[in-house]
């Protein structure tokens, strides 16, 4: 009986351990990634009748692991006998949307870490970085449907860059340790977040990532990266002694795009406001197009692949400027996307929409790109966790050049 009502307080709790003889709470402060401080400890009046039952409740537990060191702390406190060298928890800390609505209704908070299948890894994740997705599964609005589940509380975020913590019975080439990078689903079904400490991903959707690379640069090419590898190489079909015009050449797809057409031996044009011509240029732009000045549509050249990172151009605008066979790619769906791709359907040149996809493949490319220094991530900024509304508040304000790169557990020494 008393060991139903003690694992009961346990599940209430989310975490906790079985000792022998003593029933204790500990609150755990300040946790790193791997190691918590206790900083109260008290006798836990349960009602119960515990005498041979033995129990600690870990109170706030923001890290699934708790050391020795920290729970002879405990011991100090509580009088254990006995102290486990190590405690699972089954509880993370992440950031909690409860509901839709403006950015400062997010919360810090600790959430269930998310359940794991056969073929998925458990990350133990060191950095994120924001995307302009982030804010639509914030506000519920722009499509945020097709890309979060509309399930509450859920943790939010995309990017991530971490340590394999688990691997599933079934995964293959890839061990406990690996320093892996990737993004969560961009789909109706997705239930977790990477501004969190953990996240459970497909072995086969994470890349590698180099130990030369950081986290945070890892994180934030993820997304971006895919997304422009994937629009100008699958769906522009983009060769090496061709020309790509990016328009929105200084934003996360496009400052990627930049780089990547150049790696794919094509020369590149970019858009951008004056601001941030020269940043362009320092990518690799042969020529820099201020789009508060010039329409797309008034350029004197001709283009084989137009990716709008922007999406704010369209087909009929662009079609004049392609060569025969090229390629207008776009990162939303609209109804200029549909008529585009209906009147494409007559013409030489082709127009089409990419939706980024996970794939290893992919991501170890960007990863030895990185890792060689010919792409790069620009971060314009890096926030702790605990500062996620004041990084979406900057991200909402369009005021960046590149990336916002969160950083989880702590700082570097
Ligand atoms: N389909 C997919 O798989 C996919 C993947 C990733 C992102 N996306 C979507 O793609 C969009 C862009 O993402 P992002 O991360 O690159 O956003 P971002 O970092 O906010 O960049 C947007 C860029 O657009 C530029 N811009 C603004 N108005 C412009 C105009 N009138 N003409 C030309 N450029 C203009 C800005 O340049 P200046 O600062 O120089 O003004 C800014 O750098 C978002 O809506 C995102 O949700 C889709």
């Known amino acids: 009986m008393a060991d139903c009502h003690a694992e009961h307080a346990l599940r209430e709790r989310r975490s906790g351990v079985v000792f022998d003889q003593t029933v204790c709470a500990v609150r755990v402060v300040n946790l790193g990634a791997r190691h918590g401080r206790i900083e109260q400890a008290h006798q836990l009046e349960l009602p119960l009748r515990l005498e041979r039952v033995s129990v600690v409740l870990v109170e706030r537990v923001t890290s699934s692991r708790l050391d020795g060191e920290a729970l002879g702390d405990c011991a100090q406190h509580c009088h254990l006998t006995r102290i486990p060298q190590r405690i699972e928890a089954n ?38 970085a924001v995307n302009p997705a982030d804010l639509k599964v914030v506000s519920g609005k722009d ?19 971490g340590v394999v913590e688990k691997v599933g019975a079934n995964v293959r080439g890839r061990t406990v340790g690996d320093e892996v ?17 953990l996240v459970s991903v497909k072995a086969h959707a994470v890349g590698v990532k180099p130990g030369g690379v950081s986290h945070e640069q890892a994180a934030a090419s993820a997304t971006v990266g895919c997304t422009a590898l994937q629009g100008l190489r699958d769906k522009g079909g983009l060769r090496a002694g061709q020309r790509a015009l990016i328009n929105g050449a200084s934003g996360g797809v496009g400052s990627f795009a930049v780089q990547i057409a150049r790696q794919l031996g094509a020369e590149v044009w970019g858009t951008a406001s004056a601001a941030n011509a020269d940043f362009v240029r320092e990518l690799g732009a042969a020529r820099v197009i201020d789009y508060r000045k010039t329409p797309l549509r008034s350029l004197d050249a001709k283009l084989d692949v137009v990716l ?60 030895q790109w990185l890792a060689a220094g010919e792409v790069r991530a620009s971060i314009d900024e890096t926030f702790p966790l605990s500062e996620i509304t004041t990084a979406l508040s900057v991200q909402e304000s369009g005021s960046i050049r590149g990336k916002l790169a969160i950083r989880l557990g702590e700082p570097p020494p």
Do not use: W
């Open 181 to 197: 990078f990737g993004f969560l689903p961009y789909s109706g079904t997705n239930k977790q977040g990477s501004f969190a400490e």
């Open 91 to 128: 509880c993370m800390r992440a950031v909690i949307l409860d509901r839709n609505g403006p950015i400062d209704s997010l919360r810090i908070g600790e959430m269930d870490a998310p359940s794991m299948s056969a073929d998925e890894i458990l990350v133990r994740v060191h950095a994120a």
């Open 308 to 367: 709008d990172a922007a999406v704010t151009s369209s087909f009929q605008e662009v079609r004049g400027l392609l060569n025969a066979g090229g390629a207008y790619v776009t990162l939303l769906p609209s109804t200029s996307l549909f008529v585009g791709m209906v009147s494409s359907l007559f013409s030489s040149k082709r127009c089409g929409l990419v939706m980024v996809k996970s794939r290893a493949a992919d991501l170890d490319q960007l990863g």
């Open 143 to 161: 499509g945020a449907a097709f890309i979060h589940a509309r399930k509450f509380p859920t943790a939010i975020g995309y990017d991530f860059s």
